[in-house]
C-alpha cells in the first residue's frame, strides 16, 4: 500500500519561508492529482494546494500567493514551498492523493511563532 513521508518542517518566525518534501513509496505523483493538506489544534483537516496530473494548481485563498506546489515525479515527491509565513499557518502539514484518499502519513508540523 502506498505510504507518504512528509518532511521538512520546523520552527519558523512570521514572515520566514519553509519546503515541505513528501515522497510516495509507489510511482503515483504523476498519475494522480496529488494534495497538501493541513490540521491546525482543534480544527478540521483542510486542503492548501492541489496539482493534478495535467498540471492544473489550485490553492486555498488563505495561502495563494505566499504557497507554492510542485512535484518530482522521477522521485515520486511532492513539494510545498511556503513563504510569507503567518501563525496561522502553523499546523500539522500531509500530502495525500487529491481527494481519493490513501492512508495517512504522519504528517509534518509547522509552527511559526516569535
Known amino acids: 500500500q502506498v505510504q507518504f513521508v512528509e518532511s521538512g518542517g520546523g520552527l519558523v518566525q512570521p514572515g520566514g519561508s519553509l519546503r515541505l518534501s513528501c515522497a510516495a513509496s509507489e510511482r503515483i505523483v504523476s498519475f494522480y492529482a496529488m494534495g497538501w493538506y493541513r490540521q491546525a489544534p482543534g480544527k478540521q483537516r483542510e486542503l492548501v494546494a492541489s496539482?493534478?496530473?495535467?498540471?492544473?494548481?489550485d490553492y486555498a485563498d488563505s495561502v495563494r500567493d505566499r504557497f507554492t506546489i510542485s512535484r518530482d515525479s522521477a522521485k515520486n515527491t511532492v513539494y510545498l514551498q511556503m513563504t510569507s509565513l503567518k501563525p496561522e499557518d502553523t499546523a500539522v502539514y500531509y500530502c495525500?492523493?487529491?481527494?481519493?484518499?490513501?492512508?495517512w502519513g504522519q504528517g509534518t508540523q509547522v509552527t511559526v511563532s516569535s
Open positions: 495525500n492523493r487529491h481527494m481519493q484518499f490513501l492512508p
Open positions: 496539482i493534478t496530473p495535467g498540471g492544473r494548481i
